[in-house]
């Protein structure tokens, strides 16, 4: 493929990748939204971050087969617990590459 | 400028420094990732101006993983665009819940908001956002600076990713570990933690059953709209 070719392929997926996020948001955004809205939208965040996560916790991506031994989701259980208690964004991150280092030394 | 009306409450380089401050590990995950993008960019053929342009256009990770892959398999530019379609989808409904903190804006600072709506961005503005804490400038800065490493570390991954050592220092888990924390301060109450519970079960569900990336949508529009009438239900037989 030469430059124009590149330049097509991700203008085009530029394109599509940039009006999902940015119509939602031009059309709202001027609008009074009706309280069932406001109260819906208030539970997409947990509901995306959590279909974001299990998935990659319980299954594995191989043979898309479900899985309770991935040390991804053994790791996630402390990390969880060292989240709840200290509320402290990096260092839960800090913590969760930690085990995960030391985890790949065990399993 | 019609932005010049609104009164910017601190200076840029504060609003850049505590924009930085947030955005850290959302950077901290983008390294491996970005690194490992470009090294299979690479692989696949790609030339690393290539990798940071495609960076620069298309500012979605998954997707680009996907492009990269569909280069190598020999896909049409066509099929690769509407695959792309597809796995971008999901950002319609974080789009939509941040306009509710942003509502009344200029739509100038909204086109250049949403290009840096990513997964990782939205979940921290969301959460600061709540918090109370958090204003648009902020938000943007996390938004650009996150894009700025995304760009660097593609870039970086094909002209010399080789060279660097697979899972250092369990780096490949800085978003996982992230977006464990950003759930955690989600969960303000019951209703929240009914609804992340069964956004996991919908998720696993769909993801083991239906094949594709529709689970991520479909379990979090299931599970909000579940969890929305449950607390519906709950408000009124009090």
Known sequence: MNFSDYLLLFGGMGLVTYLPRTLPLLYLAHKQLPQWLIDWLGLIPVAILSALLAPSLLTTVADRSFSLGKPELLVAIPTLIFALKTRSLGGTVLVGMLLYWLAGFFI | ?238
């Open chain 2, 1 to 238: 400028m019609i932005q010049n009306k609104e009164i910017q409450p601190l200076k840029s380089s504060k609003i850049l420094r505590q924009g930085a401050s947030t955005a850290w590990p959302i950077c901290l995950g983008y390294i491996p990732i970005g690194l490992a993008l470009g090294v299979l960019a690479q692989q696949a053929g790609l030339p690393w101006w290539a990798v940071t342009m495609m960076s620069v256009l298309v500012f979605a990770g998954s997707a680009q993983f996907i492009c990269v892959a569909m280069l190598a398999a020999g896909s049409s530019i066509p099929a690769i665009i509407f695959t792309t379609l597809i796995v971008n989808l999901r950002h319609t409904l974080m789009s939509s819940a941040l306009a509710v903190y942003l509502s009344g804006v200029s739509r100038r600072f909204l086109a250049l908001f949403a290009y840096g709506i990513t997964d990782e961005s939205f979940a921290v503005n969301m959460t600061r956002f709540r918090a109370g804490d958090w204003d648009r400038w902020r938000a943007l800065a996390v938004n650009h600076i996150s894009n700025f490493v995304w760009i660097v570390a593609t870039t970086t991954g094909a002209l010399v990713g080789q060279l660097v050592p697979q899972g250092a220092f369990g780096i490949d888990y800085a978003l996982t570990g992230m977006f464990i924390c950003l759930l955690v301060f989600q969960l303000n109450g019951r209703i929240y933690i009914i609804t992340g519970l069964l956004a996991a079960l919908i998720s696993v569900g769909w993801y083991l059953l239906i094949p594709g990336d529709s689970y991520i949508v479909g379990a979090s529009i299931c599970a909000a709209t579940l969890g929305y009438f449950l607390q519906r239900y709950h408000r009124r037989s009090q």
